[in-house]
């Protein structure tokens, strides 16, 4: 079975502060993918980086950076400077390879403060 | 511009009457999800359709139930809604690779209220 932890609900900060999320899974699967997904206010699930597991380099893309740790099953996500805009609930996910379930954490709802 | 459109964004339905969501798709995927997430919770798989191939989940219950008359729609019907079920219902669409590296791509949900 697969399962995705966020253990962080909440998360305030002032705008321009560099926030981190953090992503804690389990699978049994070899290969698979780790997804994040952005919520905001509107409801829909806007696709944010994805990352596969044999691919352990981490990236930055724009304001946005993440660390993928497979010796600690972590898949942390980094906002850097933040902005009132990203004010959302952040969702970590996972798939296995030619699955089709992905499997979300419950969430980190960031709010930036003006 | 929106590729995945649910209809309506806001349903309202009484303790037992049957509802349905509805959800079109432009981008020609073979994939389609059906979502439940319930307030400040993680979206929850229901079923999929894989082209006309209904998957359901083990523990999807029985009062829930899909349809997917053509590549572009596809249907979320509820028989008998009970006050557990008020939720946002997001409809998902993926192209369906084998590989399973796809990213989702989710409409803006139907936020259902049970009276």
């Known amino acids: 079975a697969q399962k995705v932890t966020q253990a962080q609900t909440e998360i305030s900060v002032v705008e321009k502060e560099d926030v981190t999320l953090d992503c804690v899974y389990e699978?049994?699967?070899?290969?698979?993918?780790l997804f994040w997904y952005k919520q905001p206010p509107s409801g829909e699930l806007v696709f944010l980086i994805r990352r596969n597991s044999f691919d352990e380099q981490n990236e930055i893309s724009g304001r946005y950076s993440w660390n993928f740790q497979k010796s600690t099953s972590s898949f942390n996500f980094t906002i850097t400077a933040s902005q009132v805009v990203d004010s959302a609930v952040y969702f970590c996910?996972?798939?296995?390879?030619?699955?089709?379930?992905?499997?979300f954490g419950g969430g980190t709802r960031v709010l930036v403060k003006p | 511009d929106a590729m995945v459109i649910q209809n309506p964004r806001y349903q309202v339905t009484q303790f037992g009457k049957p509802v349905t969501l509805s959800c079109s798709q432009t981008?020609?995927?073979?994939?389609m999800y059906w979502y439940q997430q319930k307030s400040s919770q993680a979206p929850k798989l229901l079923f999929h359709y894989y082209d006309k191939d209904f998957n359901n989940e083990a523990d999807t219950p029985d009062n829930f139930q899909s349809r997917r008359p053509n590549t572009s729609f596809c249907f979320l019907d509820i028989r008998s809604p009970g006050l557990g079920d008020a939720a946002m219902y997001l409809c998902?669409?993926?192209?369906?690779?084998?590989?399973?590296?796809?990213?989702?791509?989710f409409g803006s949900g139907t936020q259902l209220s049970v009276l």
């Open positions: 699978t049994r699967d070899t290969t698979y993918y």
């Open positions: 996910a996972l798939i296995k390879a030619a699955g089709n379930k992905l499997t």
């Open positions: 981008l020609n995927h073979n994939v």
């Open positions: 998902a669409t993926s192209r369906g690779r084998t590989n399973g590296d796809e990213k989702l791509f």
